[in-house]
């Protein structure tokens, strides 16, 4: 149980740390930025600015103006508050999505990694097959047989499609890892394989890990953007998802002058995207010595 | 006859984090034809940065701030030599320069070859980067070549790199660098990474080849043993500046500089009891905060203040025995017993 | 080359051990296994499963008024197997119908057979998809490689944050995009233009007309494949060709005198080129899942817009013979990379060779 305090404290004073050096880079800092705005918006905004009940038949299709920053949609409504009001779901599938697949992809790369021989041999083996199949169709074929419509399940299901690619790097980290003095020193001590774990190999992972998790959070971004475009996964809410594809199946896109009820739910998940990234970037540079001279 | 190689007041430059370090520092000397003159010291005291300024293949921060570096190719009918300031060639010269005339044999040779590459490919490439060689006379002199640092040659020749052992590789890299007969090959710690036995192997091979062939060598090592072996003559190297430079027999039998001192006493002998063994005291000089005076004189157990304020100029203890140091004749008597 | 020799004790794991000393024969096994593995999933998925598609199917036939043992039959004839016999005999039939290349008849378009619509769909697909791969790999390889010559100028700065920004956006906004900027607002090419994979009436033969036809209706589907998998190529290519321009051999290429090109091409290129095969697997499998939607978006008669169809009309024998063909496909691309990495890495070249 020590272990774990001291890991937790260990880790918050990293993350303070961590937090300091991000401060210093620019991209990284706007990315936080971007991230931690789309979480206010998309938990609290909605109290603030409830989403519209009925049709504004005047303002349907309008463009930007003062009282509709964003335009309005097909229905009128306007689209600023949609997208404030559309964005609970695809944030929290891409974390339940990144967090439990990186969690998956943590214990089997280390236990592959740990006990090395066949056991790491047909670990790796399968993942290597698993890596081969196309994931997208496979994810559209279950959710459409499984009928999946609420967003757990479907974090879940995608969390499972997606952590081999993870794992097979989570490996490669911990055997580099494994390599270094002060670990082997610490099994030579045999301080007992938790010790190990807990305070030698996993706080030299963090950045690492928290990177994969960013990665996998854009890709179930994508994945979800992809089956709600498809009309597989109909939420009853409007998430951005959704209000992309209503509006590309009404024409939206050749239509210049509604073109903004579409831009606006892409702008939001595009930004969403690149604030995952370049916060993820920044984490890379701070963490890894032989990039941070570059870029 | 002319010397092979002159280097004059080269000085080399590195742009660290931590500010500008000069790595050689005013370095003069000469490699005459015909001989194999040795670089020796501490890792981190210049001596592979001298070799790769030669080549002019210095990493980017590296920069040569001044000095002169003239090769001279001759025959032996003794007509006037071909003459090449060697810091003055650029693009397709330079190119044509390294390894025609003056080829290096790198340290760590396991990664010298490209992987995918047979190491048949690696001669072809060489011969046709300089318009030497093909087909059937390259193979024979290829081979010929192989035979000589007593290698199977018809087997090596078709090999890629990974089925070769380290010390394969490093021979056949030797025999690579004779490939064009330049005048000039630089080893640069040629046997670090390889056992004892190995390193043996490769020792005899360049001995034969020094007796066989015609070429100056310059022998980069920390290993006064091996530099004993081979070389005709050895320079001492301390913090970028050759601190003392004589023939074999003299730096071994009557060395003057401290430093030169302290690393024979630090080769175990055959006949020497351990107890004479000892080591230089601290460690090389941080090349950004150097000490001021005589770069030395922290480990020195002669210095006084003189060394301590001002840096001693080279001066001449015998005629072609050259040492930087203010108390070398001092040196000479005490230090037999070092510590 | 050595004989078969009959292992004396046979077992798995001798079996295993063997495989895994063989890079081709552990390729080829790998490919099949996985093909049978995915095709075993798929009917577990449509027939074996608590609430499989069949039962929702026999449901549904019998709530429209079919009688329960006509339904039985109908839904036997489309799958192509008696959803009376015990459920390993399903299984067996399953496989021996697939291997023989029959996927079964579409819930929808009565009377068609899967293969049949798989077989017209298929060309248009291998060739946007291919024609893409080997575009972005080729470019991202060259792109990656001017990166990394030229770390830290600003063309590495404006790469390298372009190909991250490429990287991060998902394929289907990069879809919709094109069609915002290039059909709508800049006007550069009729929307028409974008949709389906060759014009009303042409017909597929060898000629200019059909070619230059084809060319025109693909290239936006093209330029949005290969901008939504460049990034990934160039960040990796800068850092592969990073790592080999440290290496030693590099060096005293150099020291040898070689010529700048030989060194780019033959020592610098070709090594940093080598890990990103492995990787070919990955990007061929997530290009095939892009075409689901972009083939959609576009309107590209392909196999993604047929499995997209299916998707939405719960066609589930086509929805499970497109899976089941795109993946052998993606399986047998990988094997097709598999070898020509062995080809040009002589460190895993293929044992049995010259011995």
């Known amino acids: 149980m020590t272990n774990l305090t001291d890991t937790l404290s260990n880790l918050l004073r990293e993350l303070i740390k961590s937090f300091k050096i991000l401060s210093r880079n620019t991209m990284g800092m706007i990315g936080f930025i971007i991230i931690v705005t789309i979480l206010f918006l998309s938990f609290i905004g909605p109290s603030l600015w409830p989403p519209e009940a009925s049709a504004n038949v005047d303002d349907i299709n309008l463009g930007v103006s003062l009282k509709h920053p964003l335009g309005a949609d097909f229905q009128g409504q306007d689209n600023l508050i949609k997208v404030i009001n559309g964005g609970r779901d695809i944030v929290t599938i891409a974390f339940i999505t990144g967090i439990t697949a990186t969690l998956i992809a943590v214990v089997v790369g280390s236990t592959s990694a740990f006990l090395g021989g066949r056991v790491d041999d047909l670990i790796m083996s399968l993942v290597n097959i698993w890596l081969t199949i196309p994931k997208f169709p496979l994810l559209a074929v279950l959710a459409t047989v499984l009928k999946l419509n609420d967003v757990v399940t479907l974090s879940l299901l995608m969390a499972l499609l997606d952590w081999p690619g993870l794992s097979r790097q989570v490996r490669s980290q911990v055997l580099s890892l494994k390599r270094r003095d002060y670990v082997e020193a610490a099994v030579m001590l045999d301080l007992g394989t938790p010790h190990i774990i807990f305070r030698e190999l996993l706080p030299n992972m963090m950045s690492f890990i928290a990177i994969a998790t960013i990665n996998t959070m854009t890709f179930a971004i994508y994945q979800q953007t992809g089956l709600v475009f498809l009309g597989i996964v109909p939420y009853s809410s409007a998430n951005w998802g959704v209000m992309i594809s209503a509006a590309e199946r009404r024409g939206v896109l050749y239509n210049p002058q509604a073109m903004w009820s579409i831009i606006a739910p892409m702008g939001a998940i595009v930004l969403f995207q690149l604030g995952l990234v370049s916060f993820a970037r920044s984490l890379d540079e701070i963490f890894n010595p032989r990039l941070r001279i570059g870029v | ?339 | 080359m050595t004989t078969v020799t009959r292992p004396t004790r046979f077992d798995l794991l001798t079996l295993w051990d063997r495989l895994k000393s063989n890079y081709l024969l552990q390729k080829i096994a790998q490919a099949i296994f996985v093909v049978w593995f995915v095709t075993s999933v798929t009917f577990f998925v449509v027939r074996a499963m608590p609430g499989n598609a069949v039962d929702i199917l026999i449901q549904d036939l019998t709530l429209a008024g079919v009688s329960p043992e006509d339904a039985r039959n109908q839904a036997s004839l489309l799958i192509g197997l008696d959803v009376d016999k015990p459920l390993p005999e399903q299984y067996g039939t399953y496989l021996l119908n697939t291997l023989r290349g029959d996927l079964g008849q579409s819930y929808k378009s009565s009377g068609l057979k899967v293969s049949e619509l798989i077989v017209q769909v298929l060309p248009w697909t291998l060739f946007s998809v291919g024609l893409s791969l080997m575009i972005t790999f080729t470019l991202g390889i060259a792109l990656g490689a001017i990166m990394a010559y030229n770390r830290d100028t600003w063309i590495d700065h404006l790469l390298s944050n372009l190909a991250a920004t490429l990287d991060a956006v998902s394929p289907i906004l990069i879809g919709l995009l094109a069609i915002l900027l290039i059909g709508v607002t800049w006007k550069m090419i009729p929307i028409s233009d974008m949709r389906g994979a060759m014009s009303p009436g042409m017909k597929p033969e060898f000629s200019w007309d059909f070619i230059a036809d084809i060319f025109m209706h693909v290239r936006v589907l093209l330029l949005v494949y290969v901008l939504s998998t460049i990034g990934s190529w160039m960040l990796q290519m800068k850092s592969s060709t990073i790592a080999t321009l440290g290496e030693d051999y590099v060096t005293v290429a150099r020291a040898r005198g070689l010529t700048d090109a030989r060194i780019l091409t033959a020592y610098v290129g070709r090594n940093a080129t080598l890990p990103l095969f492995t990787r070919l697997a990955i990007s061929i499998g997530f290009a095939v899942g892009g075409s689901v939607l972009l083939e959609t978006l576009f309107t590209y008669r392909g196999v993604g817009f047929l499995l997209a169809k299916a998707i939405l009309e719960r066609d589930y024998p086509v929805m499970q013979g497109v899976f089941l063909i795109t993946t052998t496909a993606v399986v047998f691309a990988n094997l097709l990379v598999d070898f020509v990495y062995g080809w040009l890495d002589p460190r895993i070249r293929i044992a049995g060779g010259e011995q």
């Open chain 2, 1 to 339: 006859m002319q010397p092979t190689l002159t280097v004059r007041n080269l000085t080399i430059e590195y742009a660290t984090r931590r500010g500008k370090v000069q790595a050689i520092r005013n370095v003069s000397f000469d490699v005459k034809r015909g001989e194999a003159l040795a670089l020796i010291g501490e890792s981190g005291s210049g001596k592979t940065t001298l070799g790769l300024g030669i080549v002019q293949l210095l990493p980017v921060m590296a920069r040569i701030t001044s000095g002169d570096i003239l090769y001279r190719r001759q025959d032996k009918t003794g007509a006037p030599p071909l003459e090449i300031a060697a810091l003055t060639l650029k693009g397709n010269s330079l190119r044509q320069f390294r390894w025609r005339e003056c080829a290096m044999v790198f340290q760590g040779a396991l990664n010298a070859f490209n992987p995918v590459l047979k190491i048949a490919d690696h001669f072809r490439d060489t011969a046709k980067a300089h318009g030497a060689l093909n087909g059937k006379s390259l193979e024979e002199r290829g081979k010929h070549l192989l035979n000589l640092v007593r290698l199977d040659a018809e087997r090596v020749w078709k090999s890629y790199p990974h089925e070769l052992s380290g010390g394969m590789r490093q021979r056949v890299l030797i025999a690579l660098a004779l490939l064009l007969d330049p005048q000039l090959i630089i080893l640069d710690e040629p046997t670090t990474a390889l056992d004892i036995l190995t390193q043996r192997n490769i020792m005899d091979v360049l001995q034969e080849l020094r007796s066989k062939l015609d070429f100056s060598l310059i022998f980069i090592s920390h290993d006064l043993s091996l530099a004993a072996e081979l070389a005709d003559r050895v320079a001492t190297v301390y913090a970028g500046k050759i601190v003392e430079l004589s023939d074999v027999q003299t730096i071994f039998k009557a060395p003057t500089h401290p430093y030169t001192i302290g690393l024979i006493n630090a080769v175990p002998t055959l006949s020497g009891h351990k107890d004479d063994l000892t080591s230089i005291p601290g460690s090389p000089p941080d090349l950004v905060e150097m000490p001021s005076g005589c770069k030395f004189h922290p480990r020195c157990p002669l210095a006084d203040e003189q060394c301590k304020t001002r840096e001693p100029e080279s001066e001449f203890a015998a005629a072609d025995h050259q040492v930087t140091c203010w108390q070398w004749q001092k040196a000479r008597g005490v230090l037999k017993s070092y510590a």
